[in-house]
């Protein structure tokens, strides 16, 4: 996204860059109790390989354009354009470098999507047909999709590893599209979040009340996972007024907050944002509003923005996700099935060979979460929350952790 001209956690409003993606084209091609995610060995190959700041550069030319002079590439579709995934690609330029992935003839770029299902299902046809794609990682923008799931199983025909990121394909549908799926167990996530929003709440006198929960799509999976999450953390004492989709507008994601209140005001007590961009919105709006006393923020992500916003106090927590991981390993795991080093594939996924039936988690690398709480004041502890589910930070914390890989949000 989750978390944006789209989160993600996600999504986008069409810019010039997205222009100049679907321009590209047309030339062409004419998100149970939550266990300990498994993460720690990834994490120390990847914290490793990390000691030098990531260069913040693009990683590439664009994924619709072929490599020359022999490289493959290792192409990442994302469901929109965001800064959200700015750290992303840092994570994919420092595998490139610290992976060494020039030396086996292979290159991690990113393909930015215009934000729509055609887009994804344009980029991936488009691939199919390039002979220099080795891989191929995407962030489903519509987890239900059979179109997008079968252009994936015709890349998986021609021999091309398949992985999903960030936000997975509908699992009961279609799993076998992808090999595996690497991010956030976004119902975990979720869950943190509605927990965070409970205590919150409760310290402030409520057991009772509405809220309102936003992201671009409610049926993208990530984003209904977490809504889910969220919903069954807060409980029954409190009542899920709507869920809100502005399709990747950045206006009508402040509109929907602004309609939100004036349909609910009389109990609402919260404000949900599940994708990136929605944290900057319901913050901005409740502040000028003049109902920061009275409603409870939550979001998804850390835009550079919504931290801005927090440290205004506009925004009580936010549970921030690690697309930089992502893209670090991405680019690992891909290479690891391209080289068929079955090692790596099984530190990154130990229960692999288990029946989906017997542990629905085994094709699932988690990346890990953080919840980030406002200097000073807060009811939120650490000791509140399970330190194998979730990093506690203070907003300083936070910052001070983009800054050593030169980011500016996550």
């Known amino acids: 996204m989750s978390s944006v001209n789209i989160a993600c956690p996600a999504p986008s409003q069409t810019s010039l860059l997205s222009a100049f993606c679907v321009l590209t084209l047309s030339v062409f091609a004419t998100g149970c109790a939550p266990s300990k995610p498994n993460t720690s060995s ?104 059979a179109v997008i799931a079968g252009e994936m199983d015709k890349l998986r025909a021609k021999g091309i590893p ?93 509109d929907n907050v602004r309609n939100a209140i004036n349909n609910h005001r009389s109990d609402l007590v919260a404000l949900v944002g599940i994708w990136a961009y929605n944290a900057p919105a319901i913050a901005q709006i409740v502040e000028s509003s003049n109902l920061r006393k009275d409603i409870t923020v939550v979001t998804f992500d850390a835009q550079a923005e919504a931290i801005s916003d927090m440290a205004k106090g506009r925004i009580d927590a936010m549970v921030v996700q690690n697309p930089f991981m992502m893209g670090f390993e991405t680019a690992r795991l891909l290479t690891a099935l391209i080289e068929k080093d079955e090692s790596t594939i099984d530190t990154m996924f130990p229960n692999r060979k288990q029946p989906i039936s017997e542990n629905p988690t085994a094709d699932i690398h988690t990346t890990g979460l953080r919840l980030v709480v406002p200097n000073g004041d807060t009811s939120l502890k650490k000791d509140q929350f399970d330190a194998n589910v979730v990093e506690f930070m203070t907003l300083s914390e936070f910052q001070a952790w983009l800054a050593k890989y030169n980011l500016k949000s996550s």
């Open 42 to 145: 990834a994490d120390a190959v990847a914290t490793q390989s990390i000691a030098a700041t990531p260069d913040s550069t693009p990683v590439s030319t664009p994924a619709s354009k072929p490599a020359t002079s022999g490289t493959k590439r290792l192409v990442f579709i994302t469901n929109g354009d965001d800064p959200y995934w700015d750290a992303l690609r840092s994570g994919l330029n420092d595998a490139n470098e610290k992976l060494k992935l020039g030396d086996k003839g292979l290159k991690a770029v990113m393909d930015v999507n215009d934000g729509t299902p055609q887009g994804q299902i344009n980029k991936l046809r488009q691939l199919q047909s390039q002979p220099d794609v080795a891989g191929v990682a995407i962030s489903v923008i519509n987890a239900t999709n």
């Open 162 to 254: 398949v992985i999903t990121v960030d936000s997975d394909i509908d699992r009961t549908k279609y799993r076998d599209s992808r090999s595996f799926y690497l991010g956030t167990d976004n119902i975990v996530g979720g869950r943190v979040l509605g927990q965070a929003a409970k205590v919150l709440l409760e310290a402030r006198g409520k057991t009772s009340g509405g809220y309102v929960q936003f992201a671009g799509f409610t049926d993208v999976d990530n984003a209904s996972a977490r809504m889910n999450g969220v919903r069954e953390a807060l409980g029954a004492g409190f009542t899920e007024k709507d869920r809100m989709s502005d399709e990747m507008d950045l206006s009508r994601a402040r």
